[in-house]
């Protein structure tokens, strides 16, 4: 029982990061009826943007502090997100405006590209690690329910609380702040958001550097777990079923979602996975979503689709 | 002009009832349609028009109430079988396949009738290569007859409005339909480009016989053309008859006009 | 003035509807295809056999399903790389495990394998499409990514994991040198194009863009979106596993899966995209660039840095090929939707005023 309550932790923080770049898909899609494709690379380059500048400025300013190395380098690393969101709207997304979504879709596959290259090129193509300087010994929880107490990685639970206090901060955005209900509008119709004087080219700049923020937050997580390395990119995709499974235009949906598919994919690796060999995980989610979607098209939360002839 | 055959009722409509969520679009509607006729649908924007045409043709299946086509009743239509039995139309906001070519979309009509199967077509020998140039030559003499030989090979989409909508048409026609439902064929027309479009819709029906249920806004088209008037108002049937009673009746009279208090 | 086609009459609906209608045309494509067969192998070297021409010529091969799917009948899949694998790994099997399996026999089997799972990954398409679609074809990727790695079956239980041919012959013609490989291809090649045109100008191919171009008219012609769309993946995925066989074991002669992973459904989707969607001629000019840009790339860039003093390794060719291809994607996505397929046609257009301008 207790292993069984472990796996599902387990899943649970695995999901939690699922759900924030999963969050980084919805808020885009919704905002500005883009799928990005790129949510992946983005994830890759705010990494590596914080890998490299957490190893440089100490070098470059002369300082030790282990802090305040990784603080700066975030922020250089969300300073960089805000130029791409700003590069993004400007090169492409301006001139795809009235483009169906595989268009669109396809636009972001080559974004997708072109970050890989070019974040490689800059900031080099090894493995590179991220050292938030999180205890890395593991602990028992809950020794009063299970005997003996559930064994879990402190830095994984801290990570967990840092992507759960992200997805907190963006819904509280979203919800109630003013920017947050022009971005809305933005998302429910483009042309009546103009109309009432919503700059569309701004708003867009906006949510392509929130979902570069989040990006930048799973990026550092996983990239502290795993190396900043190119399977960056692939991890982050799994948010892709997330999405499917939660619905492309709902912000619950993806942070429900993005903790089943954490949970289900731990589940069946453990369970399921010895029996066929094992490994199972790079394809569990999709497929589960695949199923999903033939039963409920729009998936758990999402709107349904009405075609209009 | 001649008097033309009017023949049975080929088309019935029984108690049809349509909701979308909340939205009552159609409440009870019946009305029946004879064959060979030019039958309106008309009413108020919003009146629920469309949709009445999207439940013949199977778009949209109603709650309630049940269609009977040549003696065959079906509570919910499925596109492909209206399609089967004869049944074509056009679109109001044009449902054109923008990327072909006048041909193909013309040709796209002609599908249910391909007999031809896959490795044929692969191979294109023989009774796939004659069949293809049979229904081509049936799809020219519908070009002929729009008029739009000099666009047959533009992909639609290049097209002006005006032509769009008579590809819109064309595509219809190639399906050889008994029933022809018309979306507003005259919207956003010109007087010449109506002039022309009447002249279709009269030698279709009167060349081939085509019974034609026909929705359209502009009064003078309406009276001048149809046999019989179905006249809608917020989902409700509120007149149906021939084209001067309908025009005199006092409720379709305020439903246009709107009643004074 | 030489390309008019004055005098040319069509008087027969057949001859209208052929593929080249423009005689011009028409000779131009013999005299390329016999070029192809005669020219080539008479000019060519065993490296631009072997690095070139018959990989151009099986991905050109793949393009063309995956421009069926995509660019005919709007289905988006990213997962053709794992139709590819599937085609390779089931031919394989076919091939090793059947005593004196023909050659041809056990790659066909390999297309029609991969038709299976092309009509079982593609029954999402019937409830989803655009961007669902397209994960769910990762599924399909992913899925069989796994499968070939981890069950033993499919690699003869080799221990190594990896895949192996040899000695390949078809009615006593070994295939043993370049150019013979290259023409074996080139055979399966011109066939599998003329079958994909003819399709794709008929009826079947009328309905694929119906589907593409407003799935919800479609049904109400009479078209059944069901019968369309599966038989686009079916096709496609056919098409796709012959030319993995093909990659397998004409050009990789042993093979690891991957080979056949997402790399190489991105890489098939580029091909497409720059090539032209719905062109199969575009598949050609898709292939023939992908091929050809990174050998290119490869020369140029360490040049160039050499005139500034800079060392450009290899890695940073490789980086600088992700850029180039990514910025294209964006660009001809941007300007020209049609690919190169629309550029060439714009310039045969310039070709037949010429030398007028217009």
Redesign the interface.
């Known amino acids: 029982m207790g292993f069984f309550l472990e796996t599902i932790i387990a899943g649970l923080m695995n999901g939690v990061l699922y759900s924030l770049v999963a969050l980084g898909f919805v808020l885009i899609f919704k905002a500005s009826g883009v799928f990005n494709f790129a949510q992946g690379a983005m994830v890759l380059f705010a990494a590596l943007a914080m890998a490299r500048f957490a190893e440089w400025l100490p070098e470059w300013l002369g300082f030790e502090s282990l802090l305040l190395a990784n603080v700066l380098a975030f922020a250089i690393a969300a300073f960089l997100m805000l130029i791409f969101a700003w590069a993004v709207e400007r090169f492409v997304l301006r001139h795809l405006v009235n483009q169906e979504g595989v268009v669109l879709l396809m636009a972001t596959l080559g974004i997708t590209f072109f970050i890989d290259g070019f974040g490689q090129t800059i900031f080099g193509s090894d493995i590179y690690a991220i050292d938030l300087g999180l205890p890395a010994e593991p602990i028992f929880i809950l020794e009063g329910l299970f005997p003996g107490g559930l064994l879990i990685n402190q830095d994984d639970l801290v990570t967990a609380l840092m992507a759960m206090a992200m997805v907190a901060l963006l819904t509280l955005f979203f919800q109630k702040t003013g920017t947050g209900r022009a971005l809305r509008a933005v998302a429910d119709d483009h042309q009546a958001a103009q109309s009432v004087g919503i700059p569309l080219g701004r708003m867009w700049v906006i949510v392509w550097f929130m979902a570069g923020l989040t990006a930048l937050v799973a990026g550092m997580i996983w990239g502290e777990k795993m190396g900043v390395q190119f399977a960056l990119t692939f991890v982050a995709l799994k948010a892709l079923p997330v999405i499917i499974l939660g619905g492309l235009t709902s912000v619950p949906g993806a942070i429900v979602a993005g903790l089943i598919i954490g949970v289900s994919e731990q589940l069946a690796e453990v369970y399921i996975g010895p029996m066929v060999g094992g490994g199972i995980q790079i394809w569990f989610a999709y497929v589960l979503a695949m199923v999903v979607l033939l039963f409920r098209p729009q998936g758990l939360f999402g709107e349904k689709i009405i075609d209009r002839v | 002009m001649s008097k033309k055959k009017i023949g049975d009722v080929i088309l019935d409509v029984n108690n049809i009832s349509l909701r979308f969520g909340g939205v009552k679009a159609l409440s009870d509607i019946s009305f029946d349609v004879r064959e060979h006729e030019i039958r309106a649908i008309i009413g108020p924007n919003g009146a629920g028009k469309s949709s009445m045409l999207n439940c013949i043709n199977g778009v949209y299946k109603p709650q309630e109430g049940s269609i009977t086509f040549r003696g065959q009743t079906f509570k919910h239509m499925n596109s492909r079988q209206v399609a089967e039995l004869g049944v074509a139309r056009t679109f109001q906001n044009l449902a054109l396949f923008k990327g072909m070519s006048v041909i193909d979309n013309l040709m796209t009509g002609r599908n249910l009738r391909i007999k031809s199967n896959l490795l044929l077509q692969a191979l294109r020998w023989g009774p796939a290569e004659r069949e293809e140039s049979e229904h081509r030559e049936k799809v020219e003499r519908i070009i002929d007859f729009l008029e739009i030989q000099a666009h047959r090979k533009t992909p639609v989409g290049q097209l002006p409005y005006g032509l769009q909508k008579r590809v819109d048409l064309g595509r219809a026609l190639a399906m050889e339909p008994q029933v022809l439902l018309l979306d507003e064929p005259m919207a956003g027309m010109n007087v010449e480009e109506k002039q022309d479009m009447c002249r279709f819709v009269l030698d279709v029906n009167d060349e081939f016989g085509t019974t034609i249920v026909l929705i359209e806004h502009d009064m003078s088209v309406v009276m001048d053309i149809s046999d019989r008037v179905v006249v809608l108002d917020y989902g409700k049937k509120i007149g149906d008859g021939v084209p001067d009673e309908v025009r005199a009746n006092p409720d379709v009279i305020s439903a246009y006009l709107g009643t004074s208090h | 003035m030489f390309y008019r086609e004055n005098g040319q009459f069509k008087t027969?609906?057949?001859s209208?509807?052929q593929i080249f209608a423009v005689k011009q045309d028409r000779i131009a494509i013999i005299a390329i295809i016999a070029f192809a067969f005669i020219g080539v192998p008479m000019l060519a070297d065993e490296y631009l056999f072997r690095a070139i021409l018959v990989p151009f010529l099986i991905l050109a091969l793949a393009a063309i399903g995956v421009n069926i799917l995509v660019g005919y009948c709007?289905q988006?899949s990213l997962g053709s790389g794992a139709f590819m694998a599937v085609g390779a790994y089931m031919a394989y099997n076919v091939f090793m495990r059947v005593e004196d399996m023909p050659l041809i026999v056990a790659l066909l089997s390999g297309g029609f394998f991969a038709m299976l799972a092309g009509i079982i990954?593609g029954?999402?398409s019937l409830?989803?499409k655009?961007?669902?679609l397209?994960?769910?074809t990762?599924?399909a990727q992913?899925?069989f990514?796994?499968l070939f790695?981890?069950?033993r079956w499919f690699t003869l239980d080799s221990p190594a994991g990896t895949a192996e041919v040899s000695n390949l012959s078809v009615f006593g013609w070994q295939i043993a040198t370049p150019m013979d490989k290259y023409l074996f291809v080139l055979g399966f090649v011109v066939v599998f194009a003329l079958?994909?045109k003819?399709?794709v100008r008929?009826?079947?191919g009328?309905?694929w863009?119906?589907i593409?171009?407003?799935?919800?008219?479609?049904?109400?012609?009479?078209?059944?979106p069901m019968y369309a769309k599966l038989?686009a993946f079916a096709?496609s995925s056919f098409i796709i596993g012959v030319a993995g066989a093909l990659w397998a074991f004409v050009h990789l002669g042993s093979w690891e899966p991957l080979s056949f992973d997402?790399n190489r459904s991105?890489q098939l989707?580029f091909i497409v995209?720059i090539g032209g969607l719905?062109s199969i001629m575009g598949c050609f000019f898709g292939a023939a660039f992908i091929v050809i840009t990174p050998i290119v790339l490869n020369q140029l860039l360490p040049w160039i840095g050499s005139l500034f003093g800079v060392e450009i390794s290899t890695?940073?060719v490789?980086?600088?090929?992700?850029?180039?291809?990514?910025?294209?994607?964006?660009w001809f996505?941007?300007k020209e939707?049609h690919g190169l397929a629309k550029y060439w046609s714009m310039a045969r257009h310039k070709l037949r005023l010429w030398p007028f301008p217009h």
Request: net charge neutral.
């Open positions: 027969t609906y057949k209208d509807q709007g988006i990954f029954i999402p409830r989803v655009g961007l669902y397209a994960v769910a990762l599924a992913f899925f990514d796994w790695v981890r069950v079958l994909a003819n399709l008929g009826p079947i009328r309905e863009m119906a593409r171009d407003m799935d919800v008219a479609a049904s109400v012609i009479g078209i059944r038989t096709v997402i991105f989707l995209i719905g890695a940073m490789g980086h600088a090929e992700f850029m180039i291809f990514g910025a294209l994607i964006v996505l941007i939707p």
